[in-house]
């Protein structure tokens, strides 16, 4: 019986290699030079050829082992799957379909060879945006990555026939994100969103990293205007999605930033120039704006107490020239529940409140300043106001709107979980103390948090003076309040109650009747993977 039967078959290619190295050791007939000793003379007197050195025999014998010991590591890491939470993948890089050993190249293949034909590995990971699939080379030099959010909703009214397609069962949106790096320097993100019934890109973009003060990112991405938009997924917030100031976000946009952090992380920046179309694929005049945000967090790694504390402010700015309406097209409609020129304004479930007449066009500067403060722990506050000035016109008319808004987000953990967070990210995925996981006789409460928010929203009443939008169909004021539960009985999963009341500075028509207030029922089953 040969040694191999002793051994497990996925040992059995390096043991193979080993064996074959030292039977030719053992064979090779060493010229006596290789020892010292003087060479040998031939029968008819000349000298014969030296053999290889001993110091040649030993760096080959030396670099055949180097060899078998790398693969005898990558398959320990097949052998003991709890070890490295890896497996490779078959008939990928080099793997030959449906068997689990390897097929390295030979040593005598070049080091680029050799590279291209190394195995990927998968596994399973988990981050701030919830559980993910992996696939690597062996020093994540490469990576590939695959993560989903997946929202389930109830959205019930207490008033019939409203105006929105956030009604009812729906599903508000799912998401699949792929992204990871090429080489450490370049790293990459692709994602598409389904968003009640359409469907579209969301991110495509690359990052190079200089270091971790100046990185550039181009391409579609979100811009940095509004913390509360950029910092975070609506689906992470306390409360069940973003206050209505998302509708005056940057969004995301096309163009290219450079951002980083700065002082052992207690500077955090943004600054770029995009195409000003919020959530838009394309430009629509011949100008840029300019998006940047910076925010200070001073006791970062200092102070336990405050490290997730901070303040700062993003600003956006640039000229504006096309007509408002345009945002009906096809290509506006299909954009994901991302593009909008902000032709009307909406409530956190999409109930109109607000709409400019169908000849207004943005025509001049725009201008947007948004100064925000935060506190991440197991209390938790997050606030924001927002100032806009735009220019608008009609046939008749030319003139300047002023908008405000505001939000401040509550959130306790009843079971003791805490937030962290900086001027680049917030609101996460929450990992229990003590999940709830009955099938492994883990019957843990998981974690509970309480929730509130208050907004609120006035688009100006200088639109009505200047005749942009009918008074009798539209209001300038909405004041927006949620209160909300969320469960998390793992990591990967969050079930969420909220009430939301909604009221108008005065009764404009909601579908077909006059409303000032109005109460909405919210859940939301969401899963992150």
């Known amino acids: 019986m040969s040694m191999q039967s002793f051994l497990p078959s996925r040992l059995q290619s390096p043991a193979r290699v080993l064996c074959l190295a030292l039977t030719c050791l053992v064979a090779f007939e060493v010229p006596p030079a290789a020892y010292g000793q003087p060479p040998t003379a031939t029968n ?53 379909p449906g068997v689990n050993s390897m097929e390295y190249p030979a040593p005598a293949e070049s080091n680029s060879a050799a590279t291209d034909r190394l195995p990927l590995y998968a596994s399973y990971g988990y981050n701030f945006g919830g559980g993910y699939t992996q696939l690597s080379d062996l020093d994540e030099e ?12 109830g959205t019930f009214f207490d008033q019939p026939n409203m105006p929105t397609a956030e009604k009812g069962f729906n599903i508000p949106f799912y998401r699949t994100y792929l992204y990871g790096n090429i080489t ?20 495509a973009w690359i990052n190079y990293t200089v270091n971790d003060a100046l990185h550039f990112r181009m391409g579609r991405l979100l811009s940095p ?55 838009g694929f394309y430009d629509l005049d011949r100008s840029v704006d300019f998006l940047g945000s910076i925010t200070f967090t001073p006791w970062k790694g200092r102070d336990d107490r405050f490290d997730s504390l901070g303040f700062g402010a993003s600003v956006q700015t640039g000229m504006q020239n096309y007509s408002l309406n345009q945002g009906n097209v096809e290509a ?39 100064p925000h403060f935060f506190w991440y722990g197991r209390f938790s506050v997050h606030a924001e106001y927002i100032w806009q000035q735009r220019a608008l016109a009609d046939s008749t008319t030319k003139g300047t709107t002023t908008l405000n808004g505001y939000q401040a987000t509550l959130s306790y953990f009843l079971t003791g979980e805490r937030y962290s967070g900086d001027g680049l990210g ?15 006789g883990e019957c843990g409460p998981g974690a509970w948090e309480l929730a509130f928010q208050y907004s609120g929203l006035d688009v100006g009443t200088d639109n009505f003076h200047l005749g942009f939008a009918d008074p009798a169909t539209s209001t300038n004021r909405l004041n927006q309040s949620m209160l909300g539960l969320n469960w998390w009985p793992n990591r990967y ?4 109650f909220d009430w939301v009341n909604c009221k108008l500075n005065r009764p404009v028509p909601t579908g077909d009747q006059m409303l000032d207030e109005y109460n909405i029922y919210w859940t939301r089953a969401a899963m992150f993977f």
């Open 44 to 96: 008819d007197g000349s000298r014969a050829e030296s053999g290889p050195s001993l110091q040649q025999q030993v760096d080959a014998l030396r670099a055949e082992l180097q060899h078998i010991k790398s693969q005898s590591g990558a398959l320990r890491r097949v052998e003991d799957p709890q070890s490295s939470g890896i497996q490779p993948i078959s008939g990928a890089y080099g793997m030959s």
């Open 493 to 496: 999963t969050r079930i969420s």
């Open 142 to 153: 490469f990576t590939v990555k695959l993560q989903n959010q997946l929202t389930l909703d």
């Open 184 to 203: 450490k320097d370049w790293d990459y993100q692709i994602a598409v969103q389904g968003f009640l019934g359409q469907f579209n890109v969301l991110d």
């Open 332 to 370: 506006f409609l299909n954009g994901a529940g991302e593009p909008t020129l902000n032709f009307n304004y909406i409530n956190s479930t999409g109930v109109p409140f607000f709409q400019y007449n169908d000849d207004v066009m943005a025509d001049g500067w725009r201008t947007k300043v948004a």
């Open 426 to 440: 917030g609101w996460t995925t929450v990992e229990p103390r003590s999940p709830f996981v009955p099938s492994k």
């Open 225 to 279: 205007f509004l913390y509360e938009y950029w910092a975070f997924s609506p689906a992470w917030e306390p409360v069940i999605t973003n206050s209505p100031l998302f509708q005056v976000t940057g969004k995301r946009q096309m163009g290219g930033m450079a951002w980083g952090k700065l002082a052992d992380n207690r500077v955090q920046y943004q600054a770029g120039v995009f195409t000003g179309i919020e959530g």
